[in-house]
């Protein structure tokens, strides 16, 4: 009989001790849930989904680096830059994508970037006017530039083409055209497309998301928070039986 | 103390492994169901009208952003007419990717509705006869309806209100065109 008891005396003694040691090992990774768990139900409200990660640490965390240079082209006194995909100018995105860039020339008052499937017409401020494509280019655009009547004039496999001013038709062009060519962009614009295309990119809501479930670690991340979910349900069970064996 | 050690050590792992990594676009196919040179051929024969520009000015931006429910990307749009008969080429977003439409209108009503590009990964059924037919005749109703309801493809209702809204922004577009 005294057996028993001393056995079940050490048993709730070994509970007690697991209790502790589970609490501790689980309480860090519990605040993290609970922390970042918090403002996950109130994205909207919190505008989290529109809030932009600026840390340069956490965008390099994230592999937030453009996979290729940028490329610019000097038009007039301002600079049109291609930047995985997206288009700047200057420094202000221009809120219009291109797979590709092959060009871009400024004429009368238009911004005109050419890519080998499209042409984008900007005013000189940068808003879109159209965006040609298909039927509306005499091929696929292989270089622009300007011809010395000022009329825009693109290279395709088939050969020279100029716009009218209105870029409704193209009639075959000649030569010498001044080709548009890409230059080094000056460093400090360059550092602030760079800034830019990294700021739109990563939402506050995402890294919170990826803390919250571990992805931000990695693959392995998700399975120290199921570890941490698992010992909450240990602490659920140990401090219930603690609780039953306490002297009343 | 020693099992709080042992998670110390895993999660210090852990933070060595890989990062999330940058979300990844993806590339959607682009499917080219017919040229517009082709859609024009059709729609006007052998004497297609050289292309004009309809520009996108005062209320008329209003009108066409409650049509799309989004403002309309770009100042101008190009069409292609002759006489009450019209022919435009448009594009809207159906999930991620633009759907390019060509919608021929004769005398205020539908004439012709055909998916010349497609580039989403669901949703291609809208390119078929059986759905584009319904446009058939259909004239605006009111400001900014459509006279008749468009059956929807079930998997595709994206799309099908993306060419729906093209379809009904053909119609205000040429009815601004007939007005000048």
New interface residues.
């Given amino acids: 009989m005294a057996r028993g008891k001393r056995r079940r005396f050490a048993f709730r003694r070994s509970v007690h001790a697991w209790h502790r040691?589970?609490g501790?090992?689980v309480a860090t990774v519990v605040a993290v849930m609970v922390a970042t768990g918090l403002p996950l139900n109130h994205v909207d409200r919190l505008g989290l989904d529109r809030a932009f990660v600026r840390n340069e640490a956490l965008l390099d965390?994230?592999?937030?680096a453009p996979r290729d240079g940028a490329i610019s082209f000097p038009v007039g006194a301002n600079w049109l830059t291609w930047l995985q995909g997206s288009l700047y100018l200057n420094d202000r995105p221009l809120g219009?994508t291109a797979d590709a860039i092959t060009g871009a020339v400024a004429v009368d008052d238009l911004l005109v970037v050419a890519a080998p499937r499209e042409m984008l017409l900007f005013?000189a401020d940068g808003?879109?006017?159209?965006?040609?494509s298909?039927?509306?280019l005499p091929g696929e655009i292989e270089a622009i530039g300007r011809a010395g009547t000022d009329r825009v004039t693109v290279r395709t496999a088939e050969g020279l083409y100029s716009a009218d001013s209105?870029f409704?038709?193209w009639a075959p062009g000649r030569p010498p055209v001044g080709w548009s060519r890409p230059r080094a962009l000056p460093a400090e614009l360059e550092a602030a497309i760079l800034k830019s295309y990294r700021g739109a990119?990563l939402p506050w809501s995402r890294v919170l998301l990826?803390l919250h479930t571990g992805?931000?670690?990695?693959?392995?991340?998700p399975y120290?928070m199921d570890a941490a979910a698992l010992g909450l349900l240990v602490l659920a069970a140990t401090g219930f039986y603690n609780w039953l064996g306490r002297p009343r | 103390m020693k099992c709080l050690l042992a998670v110390c050590v895993v999660i210090a792992g852990l933070a060595l492994g890989r990062p999330p990594g940058a979300v990844a676009a993806a590339v959607a196919a682009e499917d080219v169901y017919q040229s517009t040179a082709g859609f024009l051929a059709q729609v006007f024969g052998s004497r297609v009208p050289k292309p004009q520009v309809l520009w996108l000015r005062g209320p008329a931006r209003g009108d066409i952003k409650e049509i799309l429910g989004h403002p309309y990307r770009g100042a101008r749009v190009r069409y292609w007419g002759r006489d009450r008969h019209t022919a435009w080429i448009l594009e809207e977003i159906g999930k991620y990717k633009p759907i390019t439409v060509g919608i021929a209108i004769n005398q205020g009503r539908i004439e012709r509705v055909e998916v010349l590009v497609y580039r989403e990964s669901h949703g291609w059924e809208v390119r078929f006869p059986f759905f584009t037919n319904q446009f058939k005749d259909i004239r605006l109703s009111g400001r900014r309806e459509l006279s008749r309801g468009i059956d929807g493809i079930s998997g595709a209702t994206l799309s099908v209100n993306a060419v729906t809204r093209l379809a009904t922004l053909a119609l205000y577009l040429h009815r601004r065109v007939v007005a000048e």
């Avoid at chain 1, 965390?61 to 937030?64: A, L």
């Avoid at chain 1, 992805?215 to 991340?221: M, P």
Wanted: aromatic share 10%; net charge negative.
């Fill in positions: 040691r589970v501790l090992a965390w994230y592999g937030m219009e005013t808003a879109l006017v159209e965006k040609l298909g039927g509306a209105d409704l038709e990119g990826d992805r931000i670690l990695g693959g392995w991340g120290l």
